[in-house]
């Protein structure tokens, strides 16, 4: 099955039972989706924004973490304190043979989180805010979690965000009532430019008041 199949696959989830299934039984082959064609511009793009953005010193959730690309590239350049969540345990299994988080949970964003009040100093969510994943309401438990002045770093597709309604209501209304704030929101850019995905990403960056 192609990484596009595979996406649709996941896409079409009808409840997050499906879409866990989905995930378990893409977890073998998703690090060689994802990178196969050596260049996974998310990575580096979420990198860049991170040393611009968060101290080597701070504590990170990588939600939703998948096999643990974005915590390996993190790693990769200096930062050491990484916790990764996923809703699929298989996806978590491969994360920990990555050797780079130094905890690892199986939660689902959307439902309450297992962490205290202001546990992290930033928190970054690659792929995870899209068609029939993780609902506007998680940014709620991603906020109470965060440190006040840590950061909400975010992909998101911009025809996705144009096509709901509630996530650009949620987004507005958490920055009118003064919890959070857009610090950028970057270019356009192609995650898989060496593949037929010519789907546009961006990348959100919200600081936690």
């Known amino acids: 099955m192609?990484?596009?199949?595979?996406?649709?696959?996941?896409?079409?989830?009808?409840?997050?039972?499906?879409?866990?299934?989905?995930?378990?039984r893409w977890a073998e082959e998703y690090d060689q989706d994802f990178t196969g064609d050596g260049d996974y511009v998310s990575l580096q793009k979420v990198a860049e924004i991170a040393l611009k953005r968060i101290p080597k010193?701070?504590?990170?959730?990588?939600?939703?973490?998948?096999?643990?690309l974005v915590g390996k590239r993190l790693y990769q350049e200096g930062y050491r304190h990484l916790v990764a969540i996923d809703m699929s345990q298989e996806m978590l299994n491969k994360a920990r043979q990555k050797n780079v988080y130094s905890e690892l949970y199986q939660q689902v964003l959307g439902e309450p989180l297992d962490f205290s009040s202001n546990s992290f100093d930033a928190?970054?969510?690659?792929?995870?805010?899209?068609?029939?994943?993780?609902?506007?309401?998680?940014?709620?438990?991603?906020?109470?979690?965060?440190?006040?002045?840590?950061?909400?770093?975010?992909?998101?597709?911009?025809?996705?965000?144009?096509?709901?309604?509630?996530?650009?209501?949620?987004?507005?209304?958490?920055?009118?009532?003064?919890?959070?704030?857009?610090?950028?929101?970057?270019?356009?850019?192609?995650?898989?430019?060496?593949?037929?995905?010519?789907t546009p990403v961006e990348i959100w960056t919200y600081q936690v008041k």
């Not at 192609?2 to 989905?22: G, H, M, P, W």
């Not at 010193?57 to 643990?68: E, P, R």
């Open 2 to 24: 192609s990484i596009t199949d595979r996406v649709s696959q996941v896409y079409s989830s009808k409840n997050n039972q499906e879409l866990i299934a989905n995930y378990d």
């Open 57 to 68: 010193s701070a504590k990170i959730l990588d939600a939703a973490a998948g096999t643990g």
């Open 123 to 198: 928190n970054i969510n690659v792929g995870v805010f899209t068609y029939n994943h993780a609902p506007s309401h998680a940014f709620d438990e991603l906020i109470r979690i965060t440190k006040p002045e840590g950061y909400i770093i975010f992909t998101m597709r911009p025809d996705f965000y144009e096509s709901s309604q509630d996530f650009q209501a949620k987004m507005a209304n958490l920055e009118s009532s003064g919890q959070w704030q857009l610090i950028e929101r970057g270019d356009k850019y192609y995650s898989h430019p060496n593949t037929n995905q010519k």
